[in-house]
């Protein structure tokens, strides 16, 4: 009896984190367009454009891969893991030494808010 009185609270919490990974995804999707619109516009110099444009486009790869298989989560066990994976891969771009110190700055941002709260 327990059990099927706690699962819609259960689930409608798990729902709640996953759109707050959510979020916090799109914010570095939209960061990531500001910048690459900046280069474009010449109003953010770059050392090495063509090679921060490949470094983007693989990390909005990475976050689209992210995305996918956050959708496809069940458990909280998989959410975790899925939270952890994601926690790493930020916690990478954070260290990164050919972006810009504004977008590293952003990834360890997201990869604090993916710390278990």
């Known amino acids: 009896m327990q059990a099927s009185f706690y699962a819609p609270a ?3 919490l798990m729902e709640r984190r996953k ?3 959510k979020r916090s995804l799109f914010q570095l999707r ?3 367009a500001s910048t690459e619109y900046d280069i474009e ?5 770059v050392n090495n454009p063509i090679q ?3 470094d983007i486009l693989q990390i909005k790869i990475s976050i689209k891969e992210l995305e996918d298989k956050l959708n496809t ?3 909280d ?4 893991k899925w939270r952890e994976t994601a926690k790493a891969v930020f916690a990478s771009f954070s260290q990164e030494k050919t972006l810009p110190a504004f ?3 952003a990834f360890k941002s997201v990869a604090d808010q993916f710390r278990v709260r």
Do not use: I, V, W
């Open 52 to 54: 921060l444009y490949k």
């Open 30 to 32: 939209l960061r990531l």
């Open 10 to 12: 259960h689930e409608e």
């Open 77 to 80: 066990d998989d959410l975790e």
């Open 41 to 45: 516009r010449k109003r953010l110099a």
């Open 103 to 105: 977008l590293s700055e």
């Open 73 to 75: 989560l069940k458990t």
């Open 19 to 21: 759109e707050a990974y």
